[in-house]
């Protein structure tokens, strides 16, 4: 029992003991920490001056960042303030236009209104006018017809207007086409010919009365004949066509049977002037003043008929397309001294001068001896009717493309009525001036050549003095003519 109370009272003893170490260890850690505390105490206000002055630091930087951006927002909105009042600016300006345009809209609706009224008004007068239109139409299509036909001797007929729409046709032209009803039309789908557009084209551009051209229409060859007639404002073609297929093929058998007989003449006629020249010339002299005289006639004759054969020959060929030009550059001033050299003596046994007037630049392109052939026949032709003692006149100008030639005699010239028909075979203007010198062919033969060359040929008067003048054209070239082109030529 004892030892039970002395080991309580050991426990209570070693707990009391235990109590005691530990407040002790309890006011050691009080007083360090009073002691830290009182360091902190101690040190405190020092580091609590050191954060304020840079949270004052920082609360300065950020209040002038503050006044910066105040600043600068500021001036934002001054600037704000200025656009707003250009816009305000803006927006009156285009406010009182808008209402100006919604005033002038108003006007025009009003207006608008009151043209649809008179619109359908217009509307009914033309539903009434196209009516009258429709029947004057056809009678005016009826006229035009008999216009167009009037002094011609054509077949088929048609007419169209500038836009080229066929606006009158007869039957055969129906049958011609294999078309009816076709008033309106295009004229190319009526026809299917580019050729016949382009003769409606050219008549148009140029207006040119009335013109005809030869066109191969479903294998048959037809005379086209192109008239415009004036209507008021606008125009109107007619186009008559006349079947010459017939005519072409005897044409052409008429210049086969003439070059044949051609043929076939010369060899005899040649050879009755060489027996008349062996007979001047050998020991069968013919005795007597009248014997001579009579075969100097009909050396003469043979000549004659000789030139004329050859003229024939050369005519068909050229007619039939069977001459070949050679086309080179030739001078012209070597072309005229050519032929008048030609000439000469027959200008000079009737006392006549040749005025030659040609500039030493100019150049022509042209098969030279048919070109030189043009300009002998009508020097020859000048020389036949010119009165002895007088001037002929050869003359060239230069154009853009083109040469042209002038032969000017001071002969009776020809009559205006005249001029057209003295370029066919064999036509004389009247018997009085047929001197018998001559096969009636040459002026054929140079219009025949001059064609041929693309150019043109007709009679003028002359203006300068009375009598005759020829002119032609032949194409021009832009190389330049120096004394060696010349040179080498001749």
Same mark, same amino acid.
Not at 5 to 33: C, D, F, G, H, P
Not at 254 to 257: L, Y
């Given at each position: 029992?004892?030892?039970v109370?002395?080991?309580?009272?050991?426990?209570?003893?070693?707990?009391?003991?235990?109590?005691?170490?530990?407040?002790?260890?309890?006011?050691?850690?009080?007083?360090?920490?009073i002691?830290a505390?009182r360091?902190?105490?101690?040190?405190?206000?020092?580091?609590?001056?050191?954060?304020?002055?840079?949270?004052?630091?920082?609360?300065?930087?950020?209040?002038a960042?503050q006044?910066h951006a105040?600043?600068?927002?500021?001036?934002?909105?001054?600037?704000?303030?200025?656009?707003?009042?250009?816009?305000?600016s803006?927006?009156?300006?285009?406010?009182?236009?808008?209402?100006?345009?919604?005033a002038?809209?108003a006007?025009?609706e009003?207006?608008?209104?009151?043209?649809?009224?008179?619109?359908?008004?217009?509307?009914?007068?033309?539903a009434k006018?196209?009516?009258?239109?429709a029947?004057?139409?056809?009678?005016?299509?009826d006229?035009?017809?008999?216009?167009?036909?009037?002094?011609?001797?054509?077949?088929?007929?048609?007419?169209?207007?500038?836009?080229?729409?066929?606006?009158?046709?007869? =039957? #055969?032209?129906? %049958?011609?086409?294999?078309?009816?009803? +076709?008033?309106?039309?295009? !004229?190319? $789908?009526?026809?299917g010919?580019?050729?016949?557009?382009?003769?409606v084209?050219?008549?148009?551009?140029?207006?040119?009365?009335t013109?005809?051209?030869?066109l191969?229409?479903?294998?048959?060859?037809?005379?086209?004949?192109?008239?415009?007639?004036p209507?008021?404002?606008?125009?109107?073609?007619?186009?008559?066509?006349?079947?010459?297929t017939?005519?072409?093929?005897?044409?052409?058998a008429?210049?086969?049977?003439v070059?044949?007989i051609?043929?076939?003449?010369?060899?005899?006629?040649?050879?009755?002037?060489?027996?008349?020249?062996?007979?001047f010339h050998e020991?069968e002299?013919?005795?007597?003043?009248?014997?001579?005289?009579?075969?100097?006639?009909?050396?003469?004759?043979?000549d004659?008929?000789?030139?004329?054969?050859q003229?024939?020959?050369?005519?068909?060929?050229? =007619? #039939?397309?069977? %001459?070949?030009?050679?086309?080179?550059? +030739?001078?012209?001033?070597? !072309?005229? $001294?050519?032929?008048?050299?030609?000439?000469?003596?027959?200008?000079?046994?009737?006392?006549?001068?040749?005025?030659?007037?040609?500039?030493?630049?100019?150049?022509?392109?042209?098969?030279?001896?048919q070109?030189?052939?043009v300009?002998?026949?009508?020097?020859?032709?000048?020389?036949?009717w010119?009165?002895?003692?007088?001037?002929?006149?050869?003359?060239?100008?230069?154009?853009?493309?083109?040469?042209?030639?002038?032969?000017?005699?001071?002969?009776?010239g020809?009559p205006?009525?005249?001029?057209e028909?003295?370029?066919?075979?064999f036509?004389?203007?009247?018997?009085?001036r047929?001197?018998?010198?001559?096969?009636?062919?040459g002026?054929?033969?140079?219009?025949?050549?001059?064609?041929?060359?693309g150019?043109?040929?007709w009679a003028?008067?002359?203006?300068?003095?009375?009598?005759?003048?020829f002119?032609?054209t032949?194409?021009?070239?832009?190389?330049?003519?120096?004394s060696? $082109?010349?040179?080498?030529?001749?």
């Open positions: 029992m004892t030892d109370l002395i080991l309580v009272l050991a426990l209570a003893l070693a707990t009391s003991l235990y109590v005691v170490w530990r407040r002790e260890q309890r006011v050691r850690e009080l007083s360090a920490t002691e505390l360091r902190d105490t101690e040190a405190a206000p020092q580091m609590a001056f050191d954060e304020h002055k840079r949270i004052v630091d920082a609360l300065q930087a950020t209040i960042d006044k105040l600043s600068a927002l500021q001036e934002a909105i001054a600037a704000r303030d200025q656009a707003a009042a250009a816009l305000q803006d927006y009156n300006d285009q406010k009182a236009r808008l209402d100006a345009l919604q002038s809209l006007e025009r009003q207006a608008l209104k009151q043209a649809t009224a008179e619109l359908q008004r217009s509307e009914e007068r033309l006018l196209e009516q009258e239109s029947r004057a139409e056809a009678e005016s299509a006229r035009l017809l008999a216009l167009v036909l009037a002094n011609t001797a054509y077949d088929a007929l048609l007419v169209v207007d500038e836009q080229r729409r066929v606006i009158a046709l007869n =039957e #055969s032209a129906e %049958a011609l086409f294999g078309h009816q009803n +076709v008033v309106g039309q295009p !004229l190319a $789908d009526v026809t010919s580019p050729e016949i557009d382009s003769l084209e050219d008549a148009l551009v140029n207006q040119e009365e013109f005809e051209e030869q191969t229409i479903n294998r048959r060859t037809y005379r086209v004949r192109v008239r415009v007639t209507r008021g404002d606008s125009s109107y073609i007619g186009l008559a066509f006349q079947d010459v017939e005519l072409v093929r005897l044409n052409r008429r210049r086969d049977m070059a044949n051609s043929h076939e003449l010369r060899t005899p006629i040649a050879n009755i002037r060489l027996i008349i020249d062996s007979i020991q002299k013919p005795k007597g003043k009248a014997s001579r005289s009579a075969l100097k006639a009909i050396a003469r004759e043979t004659s008929l000789l030139w004329l054969v003229e024939l020959l050369d005519l068909s060929m050229i =007619e #039939s397309g069977q %001459a070949i030009l050679r086309m080179v550059d +030739v001078p012209v001033s070597l !072309l005229v $001294d050519e032929a008048v050299e030609r000439v000469i003596d027959q200008s000079a046994a009737k006392d006549l001068s040749i005025d030659v007037q040609v500039p030493p630049d100019l150049q022509v392109l042209c098969d030279r001896d070109a030189r052939r300009l002998i026949n009508l020097i020859h032709n000048a020389i036949k010119s009165p002895p003692g007088g001037v002929i006149r050869v003359e060239a100008t230069g154009g853009a493309d083109e040469v042209t030639f002038a032969v000017l005699d001071e002969g009776p020809v205006d009525e005249f001029r028909r003295i370029f066919e075979r036509y004389q203007v009247d018997a009085s047929s001197r018998g010198d001559g096969t009636g062919l002026l054929a033969i140079c219009k025949h050549i001059v064609e041929a060359h150019g043109r040929i003028v008067g002359n203006s300068q003095r009375s009598g005759g003048c002119m032609f032949l194409p021009a070239t832009t190389a330049a003519v120096s060696s $082109d010349v040179s080498e030529f001749a």
